[in-house]
């Protein structure tokens, strides 16, 4: 992966010269998903939806008192019916939870949908317990279940890793600010949105 760079595994997937109209942020605990997320929303004049939040909202439960009522396989299962759900919007950023890549339904679903592109946030384990231990300390962050299993962390993100590296699109975050993070994913959307529009042209 270059630095500073987004690394594509496609250009749009969409061989229809259609730009997608959902961008779905992957990545694991701490990778920066519901803090890029609105400001790429911004960017593009989207919508920001949390899958979380949703699963929160409709439950009227914190993510925690799911884990402690249902278990994950519960929660599981709610977060597979609110992507679901949201798939269905268009112009949409969508932060998923950091295991919602570990259900093969909803990696079936972002995959076969040729006007969503799944981007990865990626970050080295240590990293990103870091940042979610800043984040607690800070209270920035609600209670995570998942993060309180440190034994299985690793055997997790080693798990989900070549899961999330399916993505379209991936992009390191380490030692980057959220304002160049932002601004390496714009450029390359505007790069390759240029790139297809101009096919078009050419087409006609
Ligand atoms: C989880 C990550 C959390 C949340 C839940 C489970 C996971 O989301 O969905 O606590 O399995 O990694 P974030 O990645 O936004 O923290």
């Not at 990778?31 to 409709?58: C, H, M, N, Y």
């Not at 570990?102 to 799944?118: G, K, W």
């Not at 601004?183 to 006609?204: F, R």
């Given at each position: 992966?270059?630095?500073?760079?987004?690394?594509?595994?496609?250009?749009?997937?969409?061989?229809?010269?259609?730009?997608?109209?959902?961008?779905?942020?992957?990545?694991?605990?701490?990778?920066?998903?519901?803090t890029?997320?609105?400001r790429?929303?911004?960017?593009?004049?989207?919508?920001?939806?949390?899958?979380?939040?949703?699963?929160?909202?409709?439950?009227?439960?914190?993510?925690?008192?799911i884990?402690?009522?249902?278990?994950?396989?519960?929660?599981?299962?709610?977060?597979?019916?609110?992507?679901?759900?949201?798939?269905?919007?268009?112009?949409?950023?969508?932060?998923?939870?950091?295991?919602?890549i570990?259900?093969?339904?909803?990696?079936?679903?972002?995959?076969?949908?040729?006007?969503?592109?799944?981007?990865?946030?990626?970050?080295?384990?240590?990293v990103?317990i870091?940042?979610?231990?800043?984040?607690?300390?800070?209270?920035?962050?609600?209670r995570?279940?998942?993060?309180?299993?440190?034994?299985?962390?690793?055997?997790?993100?080693?798990?989900?890793?070549?899961?999330?590296?399916?993505?379209?699109?991936?992009?390191?975050?380490?030692?980057?600010?959220?304002?160049?993070?932002v601004?390496?994913?714009?450029?390359?959307?505007n790069k390759?949105?240029?790139?297809?529009?101009?096919?078009q042209a050419?087409?006609?």
């Amino acid at each position: 992966m270059l630095e500073g760079t987004v690394h594509t595994t496609s250009q749009f997937r969409t061989c229809q010269g259609i730009l997608p109209t959902r961008i779905v942020l992957t990545g694991f605990m701490g990778a920066g998903k519901s803090t890029i997320g609105p400001r790429l929303a911004q960017r593009l004049g989207w919508t920001f939806i949390d899958l979380d939040e949703e699963i929160v909202r409709a439950q009227q439960k914190s993510i925690a008192q799911i884990f402690d009522s249902i278990g994950e396989a519960g929660f599981r299962d709610l977060e597979k019916n609110a992507l679901g759900n949201v798939l269905c919007q268009e112009n949409i950023v969508l932060a998923l939870g950091g295991g919602a890549i570990e259900t093969a339904a909803n990696r079936q679903r972002i995959q076969q949908d040729d006007l969503t592109l799944l981007l990865y946030l990626a970050a080295p384990l240590e990293v990103l317990i870091e940042r979610c231990e800043q984040q607690q300390l800070h209270r920035k962050a609600v209670r995570r279940p998942i993060l309180e299993k440190r034994a299985e962390l690793t055997e997790r993100f080693q798990r989900r890793r070549p899961l999330y590296e399916m993505a379209d699109w991936t992009i390191d975050t380490t030692g980057k600010t959220l304002d160049e993070m932002v601004h390496i994913i714009m450029s390359q959307w505007n790069k390759a949105s240029w790139k297809l529009t101009h096919e078009q042209a050419k087409k006609v």
